[in-house]
């Protein structure tokens, strides 16, 4: 088999993340303190992918080309795909199909993230040569999803959204294919939602006696499309981080579990509990960071508690009185309180905010 390309999809509009979507692609927002997307450019990489084409949308196109410039610094060669409008995943890989050529392919969707890397899925994909290697995992809500029939490994159907499911596997965003791929979606037509379904592609190609093989997830997958979904994959990042503490920590602070504090940031008269990352520059001063936070680059945090929680760079929070959590917040973001009675935080915002509680 030829050497694979990769297809991270990367156009989408990112409606249930806003408002930070409005000024900034979701894949580009932070897990770990690190873009979502360069998860997936790096999990192609690291399963020997090197010529990956990002799909992008003209809206978002411009921020997603200068975060992840020409690939050089993951060991990849990168090319910006157009699609001028969202017209579904097939839409996505017949705008690809140039730059994919003759080859067999990954696509990714560049807001997910798979603990487990694309490496095993690429060996199953050229030992086996299936015409599309789809990847599974049980859900609780398979009516949310599209959601595969099985017989043994084959598939027999895939379903989009079914209201009586046939199993509890749904499609994950991670598919192998063939270009026989090609001619499955240019049969297609616009789905109720005027899309064209990759789901009906790839059943498409089960009609028309192509293999079509599954594997399930082993490990996590999370979709990070969602406040839920984002603090979950955070959560998850966080929990294998390695300590390394690079800044300054004051004699009136202390660090506990894992926790990597990056270069030039400083821990004055605090407690940081890990799992934690604190970016550099960032500023942390008579307060406590909970396990499972991210704090960005250059973040100033003084005489507040946050737990469970992203805060991206720039931003300031003061005097909270209040434990903040399972929050995430924009660039820029300054949050804080004038005297009152305490209350619980719950927060989604936008970048360049200002917010004072009272």
């Known amino acids: 088999?030829?050497?694979?390309?990769?297809?991270?999809?990367?156009?989408?509009?990112?409606?249930?993340?806003?408002?930070?979507?409005?000024?900034?692609?979701?894949?580009?927002?932070?897990?770990?303190n690190k873009p979502v997307l360069f998860y997936?450019?790096?999990?192609?990489?690291?399963?020997?992918?090197?010529?990956?084409?990002?799909?992008?949308?003209?809206?978002?196109?411009?921020?997603?080309?200068?975060?992840?410039?020409?690939?050089?610094?993951?060991?990849?060669?990168?090319?910006?795909?157009?699609?001028?409008?969202?017209?579904g995943l097939a839409h996505a890989v017949l705008t690809a199909e140039?730059?994919?050529?003759?080859?067999?392919?990954?696509?990714?969707?560049?807001?997910?993230?798979?603990?487990?890397?694309?490496?095993?899925?690429?060996?199953?994909?050229?030992?086996?040569?299936?015409?599309?290697?789809?990847?599974?995992?049980?859900?609780?809500?398979?009516q949310s999803y599209g959601v595969a029939e099985l017989d043994g490994e084959k598939i027999v159907r895939l379903i989009e959204k079914p209201k009586d499911p046939p199993s509890n596997l749904a499609l994950v965003g991670v598919y192998l294919f063939q270009?026989?791929?090609?001619?499955?979606?240019?049969?297609?037509?616009?789905?109720?939602?005027?899309?064209?379904?990759?789901t009906e592609a790839i059943q498409g190609l089960i009609d028309d006696g192509h293999t079509v093989r599954s594997e399930v997830v082993r490990g996590w997958w999370k979709d990070?499309?969602?406040?839920?979904?984002?603090?979950?994959?955070?959560?998850?990042?966080?929990?294998?981080?390695?300590?390394?503490?690079?800044?300054?920590i004051d004699e009136d602070s202390r660090v506990e579990?894992?926790?990597?504090?990056?270069?030039?940031?400083?821990l004055t008269r605090s407690v940081v509990r890990g799992p934690a990352v604190i970016g550099a520059g960032a500023c942390v001063e008579d307060a406590y960071i909970g396990p499972y936070t991210s704090i960005g680059e250059g973040v100033h945090v003084r005489r507040s508690e946050v737990e469970h929680s992203i805060i991206l760079s720039g931003s300031v929070v003061e005097d909270?009185?209040?434990?903040?959590?399972?929050?995430?917040l924009g660039r820029d973001v300054k949050l804080t309180r004038s005297d009152g009675m305490p209350k619980t935080l719950r927060l989604l915002v936008g970048d360049k905010c200002e917010i004072e509680i009272v």
């Open 320 to 328: 909270l009185g209040t434990r903040m959590e399972a929050s995430l």
């Open 257 to 266: 579990g894992r926790v990597v504090l990056e270069p030039g940031a400083s």
């Open 98 to 142: 140039e730059f994919i050529g003759g080859s067999p392919f990954v696509m990714y969707l560049g807001d997910n993230l798979l603990r487990d890397g694309l490496r095993g899925l690429v060996t199953t994909f050229r030992d086996h040569e299936p015409d599309a290697l789809i990847l599974l995992t049980p859900v609780d809500d398979p």
């Open 1 to 32: 088999m030829e050497p694979l390309k990769g297809l991270i999809l990367s156009g989408g509009a990112g409606t249930r993340l806003r408002p930070i979507t409005h000024t900034s692609a979701k894949q580009l927002v932070p897990v770990a």
């Open 40 to 87: 997936g450019i790096e999990a192609l990489v690291d399963a020997g992918v090197e010529e990956i084409g990002i799909i992008i949308a003209p809206e978002t196109g411009d921020e997603i080309r200068e975060a992840a410039g020409d690939g050089s610094a993951f060991g990849a060669r990168i090319t910006y795909i157009v699609q001028d409008k969202p017209a």
């Open 179 to 198: 270009p026989a791929i090609f001619d499955a979606a240019r049969a297609l037509e616009p789905s109720w939602r005027g899309e064209l379904e990759i």
């Open 224 to 248: 990070t499309g969602q406040l839920a979904d984002m603090l979950e994959a955070n959560r998850l990042v966080l929990e294998e981080l390695e300590t390394r503490l690079d800044g300054e």
